[in-house]
């Protein structure tokens, strides 16, 4: 019988795509990501002795490998498709290592994109694992290990359990603690803008607004004393046109998307975490079942540096350009895009596998988001290929008693690539422009008014999770791969707490921060970790021998560790309560902020003289449909998010209001009776409603998507309670706990007795053996 060839790809997923294309010579089988990795219970690298790493079966993982091995014994060839980049090369490793797979049977390769060709050509080209690669993917993970096991139980000690340390993670941090820094030592600066109100003298030939400029070069007015000056003199001379410049525009489409710059517009345009973004733009990547075409990979590879596009991309996308807007919304050649420097430019940039495969062809086969996602990467790439827009735009310049005023406006002549795609921004400063009358040079103008308007600067904002990747990314620290986890690790520990979008550093990330600047320097420094990013990629290429670098990190490591427990010996640092505005309506403190099982709350800081607590409350869009008030997110007792009005407790009867619901309230209001709408809560889009029942468009609990409520969901909440939380389900979760444990704890008991019977038997026999004997 002749024996087939084996692929093992990380996931099941990956697996159903790539065993369509490759027939029924191939057996496909996944790994469910790695196998082994260092122990969870310590350190797992013998720095004493050259590095040593002792690798371990990750557990739960057995009978995988099992399976495995017993396919790669059958198998004449051995194909190891784990993802292009280090990770994935380091899996591949892993694999042979652990299966013991000969060199001779063993082939890597790699998709860049998973379709029918791209597999069939790799597997037509296999390689040889690239130890290299591998090698840079062990010295990353050998110095985060180093850093989290060693600094982690100094923090636990001398701060609080718990807490760890990264290399990224806490240059993550302190970018974030150093904007706050920023933003509390900012100190305003007052200016002014003096605007000029304008007609042409003929009547009704055109009004418009020009602003001031200076008097022969630019001019900042800092105080009110300054635009009175202004004003009184230009109130005292005539306005005339001193030029008028009219030109076209061009804008070019941004690039295609990297990692950094998909997770930041996924952030901006559809309020996805980086985390989420990833995840879903794995399963475009590994496939996806698309009615009438079976299982596609939708993308190109999603951890990438590169701003490469394949020729045959771009001659796709010139195609379908071509066919779908015509000839003038193609440039003419294919744009090609500079990858910055130091960039790995491992593979090409993150573009639909097929351009052809439209958005909205194939959105009944997608579940929201990957709809989304995917129609934001088909949408930038195909707009990256088209021709520039072009704006008319118009600037004027007027002068009177030697002081110029400015009015500008642009409008869109040819849409160009924007008839696809527009960037996102992560501050929108563009004030709208009123047309501006067709004016000439010398034209007389009459002034109507001056609206002089006081300003203060204002401080640097503070970074959402997109603006932080943004600044990881100019700063070289991290790579494609790690921007996700990190931005979710500095969450996770509560080092930072998001505030609608923005991220906002805890006293906690603030004393974890200032103990690592202190004691611990190079590692929170911006420089030595993209030096060290640097280094890595010198692994990577073969330059640097990856255990000489761990051995000279871990030389000036060991020696700050060392001081470090010295200078602390004894002394325990105090995390300072977060304290929030909130009052307690026990003792009149202020409440301070406070974690547990189920996150964050507010708690009275006089314990134990005082035990009060309540959730945190969310100010939300919209109106209570009730009495009008303020819609406040809160938290219920088993963690689950709710909505009520903020007179559920009213101490005033009268203006007590019981509205609380788990449907999240949106901002736009009803078109027939102005309430407003709600949603269902969970991921992904979900069509707003109405909740007034005497509105035409009401929609009733029972067509919301949820299930049936109990007679006892059914019951009048208690004051201040969330509404039905029967209908959650944490007792459901709680019992099958309970069953579980029951189980187990019989299976315990029998396998006892078992035991007890065998060893009463084993007692009598050698008691037989014996009078025998």
Known sequence: MAKSNLVIVESPAKAKTIGKYLGP?????????????LPKSKLGVDVDNDFTVDYQTIKGKEEVIDDLKKAAKKSDKVFLATDPDREGEAISWHLKEMLGIPDDKTYRVTFNEIT??????????????????????????????????????????????????GRVQSVATRLVCEREADIKAFVPQEYWSLEADLARIAPNLGQFKASFYGKEKKMDLNSEEEVQAVAQAVQAEPFAVKSVKRQDKQRNPAPPFITSTLQQEASRKLNMTPRRTMSIAQQ????????????????????????????????????????????????????VYKTKSGAQDAHEAIRPSN?????EDIKKSLTA????????IWSRFLACQMASAVYDSVSIEVESAGYTFRATHSSLKFSGYTAVYVEGKDEDDETFQSPLPDLKEGEPLELKGLTPDQHFTQPPSRYTEATLIKALEEKGIGRPSTYAPTISTILDREYVVKEGKNLRPTPLGEVVTGLMKDKFTDIVDTAFTANMEEQLDEVETGKVDWKSLLSQFYGGFEKELQQAETDLDGERIKVPDEVSDV??????????????????????????????????????PGKCPKCGGKILKKTSKRGYAYYGCENNSNKDEARRCDFMTWDVPVKDNCPQCGHTLFKKSGRGFKKPFCINPECPNFLPEDQRGYKKKTTAATETPAEGAPPEEEKKPAKKTAAKKTTTKKAATTKKTTAAKKTATKKTAAKKAAAESTEEA
């Open 116 to 165: 029918k060709k791209v597999v069939n050509d790799s597997i037509a080209h296999p390689r040889a694992i690239d130890m290299d690669l591998v090698n840079a993917q062990q010295a990353r993970r050998v110095l985060d290990r180093i850093v989290g096991y060693q600094i982690s139980p100094l923090l636990w000690k001398k701060i609080r359990r718990g807490l760890s340390a």
């Open 583 to 620: 009052i307690c309506p026990k003792c009149g403190r202020n409440l301070v902020y406070k974690s547990g099982r189920f996150g964050r709350f507010l708690a009275c800081p006089g314990w134990p003289e005082c035990d009060h607590t309540q959730p945190i409350v969310i100010e939300m």
């Open 355 to 359: 351009v052809n495969l439209t958005p």
């Open 369 to 376: 988001e990957q709809y989304k996602l995917y129609k934001l």
């Open 284 to 335: 475009l990547y590994e496939g996806v079942d698309i009615e009438g075409e079976g299982t596609v990979g939708l993308i190109t590879y999603m951890r990438t540096d590169s701003l490469r596009l394949s020729d045959e991309a771009t001659a796709a996308a010139r195609d379908f350009i071509l066919s779908r807007y015509g000839e003038q919304y193609y440039p003419g050649k294919p744009r």
């Open 25 to 37: 010579g191939y057996q496909v089988k996944a790994s469910m990501g790695h196998v082994r990795d």
